[in-house]
């Protein structure tokens, strides 16, 4: 492996717990000679102390900017929004390839400071699969707070726990009436992490994969109490949910919780929202009478940010030892030009055209 500089940044979001490297695999990439520089945080769920012991440097917060020019930002969500002109290559979720909101002055500040994106959706094996991802606790989340919000016990603002805790919180108690949860897109991580979810709670739910949403049955949808959306399209697909679903003569449905948050993209499969739920206000009611709830939060499994970071830590880990250009991260470059010269951006203006 060629020299690496890694340097894991703080994010800027006051609600993300989470890290893409724990303590314990940041020691084995010091072991194999990449060098790491850790920013203090003050949410991560793993003290900065804790990186210092496995033999990484610390930094100040936010101080990535003035990293050494060939130095690997590592990162989870978004940037902030200074500086206009990114210098580093870049890996974190930028979710700037389907024309989302923001996305094309997201690469253009790459494009303007001769970094690159590598985003981690896009870090895939030679079939696509992704190597790396938080989906399963997603999923997991997503079918969890659906339960206590259908159950009257989601309590806001939400803070992070353990998956112990979440566990007490789900388990059925006396006077719990039965419900129907339907999961789409079923055999996916989010899928199975919701069914688990749902079962932990007490509830099968039914599951619908490929097969059930090629020719969509809406009435059965909507039949359900709980619906969970788990399918992240990378096609054009007729939506499982549209605006005149809601008002629907005898909709049963209850409670929907888009673990997907595709919102702005026009591959978003629940077109019936346009801007995610929040911590301090995690359900929005789409429909009064009879009434729909709606919890779309883009960063669920930074509710259980220790069990989340380790699973997901433990997979990116092998891709960090064997960073190169070619490869599954020689893939991540590509579709980042791709994605520029779609937008216009000529790509003789990057660093590592």
């Known amino acids: 492996m060629t020299e690496l500089h890694l340097w894991l940044r703080h994010e800027v979001r006051s609600t993300e717990r989470r890290t893409p490297l724990v303590p314990s695999d940041a020691r084995r990439l010091v072991e194999r000679g990449v060098t790491l520089t850790v920013e203090e945080s003050p949410q991560r769920i793993f003290p900065?102390?804790?990186?210092?012991?496995?033999?990484?440097?610390?930094?100040?917060a936010g101080s990535w900017v003035s990293a050494p020019e060939r130095a690997v930002v590592l990162g989870l969500k978004e940037l902030p929004d200074r500086p206009g002109e990114l210098t580093h290559d870049h890996i974190f979720f930028g979710h700037a390839y389907k024309r989302q909101p923001g996305a094309e002055a997201l690469l253009r500040r790459f494009a303007a400071g001769g970094g690159t994106l590598l985003d981690l959706e896009y870090l895939v094996d030679d079939d696509g699969r992704r190597l790396a991802a938080f989906g399963f606790w997603a999923g997991y989340l997503g079918a969890a707070l659906a339960v206590l919000q259908h159950r009257g016990r989601l309590t806001a603002p939400l803070t992070p726990l353990s998956k112990d805790e979440l566990d007490a919180l789900l388990r059925p108690v006396a006077g719990d009436?039965?419900?129907?949860?339907?999961v789409i897109g079923a055999l996916g991580r989010s899928g199975r992490g919701a069914r688990l979810g749902f079962l932990t709670a007490g509830i099968e739910a039914t599951p619908w994969d490929l097969a059930e949403t090629r020719a969509l049955d809406r009435p059965a949808l909507l039949a359900h109490d709980v619906l969970v959306n788990a399918v992240l399209a990378t096609s054009p697909v007729p939506p499982f949910?549209?605006?005149?679903?809601?008002?629907?003569?005898?909709r049963r449905l209850r409670t929907v919780c888009d673990v997907t948050v595709d919102v702005g993209s026009p591959l978003n499969v629940l077109p019936v929202?346009?801007?995610t739920t929040e911590w301090t206000d995690p359900v929005r009611r789409l429909r009064k009478e009879p009434p729909l709830d709606l919890i779309a939060i883009d960063n669920l499994p930074s509710l259980l940010p220790r069990e989340s970071s380790a699973d997901f830590s433990s997979a990116l880990l092998p891709q960090l030892l064997h960073f190169e250009t070619g490869g599954p991260w020689g893939r991540c470059r590509d579709r980042f030009h791709q994605a520029c010269r779609e937008l216009g951006i000529v790509e003789g203006e990057f660093r590592n055209g």
């Not at 804790?50 to 610390?58: D, K, M, S």
């Not at 949910?241 to 005898?250: A, F, S, T, V, Y």
């Open 241 to 250: 949910l549209r605006e005149e679903d809601l008002d629907e003569p005898g």
């Open 48 to 60: 900065v102390e804790e990186y210092e012991a496995a033999g990484c440097r610390a930094a100040p």
């Open 273 to 275: 929202y346009d801007r």
């Open 177 to 182: 009436e039965e419900f129907t949860a339907l």
